[in-house]
């Protein structure tokens, strides 16, 4: 059960699920490590679609 766990963790839509789990069904404020992968995920997810739009930026107009 413990490598099914982390093989679902390894998804970082889970911290999402887990964490709106832990407040409409459990009434309770998700964990501390839970809060902070959704930061980090959230950042690291901002700064790859910011990479990607600057490196198409000069084509993005011309497609559109």
Same mark, same amino acid.
């Given at each position: @059960?413990?490598?099914?766990? #982390? ?7 889970? %911290?999402?699920?887990?964490? +709106? ?9 998700? @964990?501390?490590?839970?809060? #902070? ?7 690291? %997810?901002?700064?790859?679609? +910011? ?14």
């Amino acid at each position: @059960s413990q490598w099914l766990q #982390t093989v679902v963790f390894m998804n970082p839509v889970s %911290f999402y699920i887990v964490s +709106y789990q832990d407040i409409f069904y459990r009434q309770s404020l998700p @964990s501390l490590f839970s809060l #902070t992968a959704l930061c980090f995920a959230s950042f690291v %997810f901002l700064a790859f679609g +910011y990479l990607v739009f600057w490196s198409f930026k000069v084509r993005f107009a011309e497609e559109v």
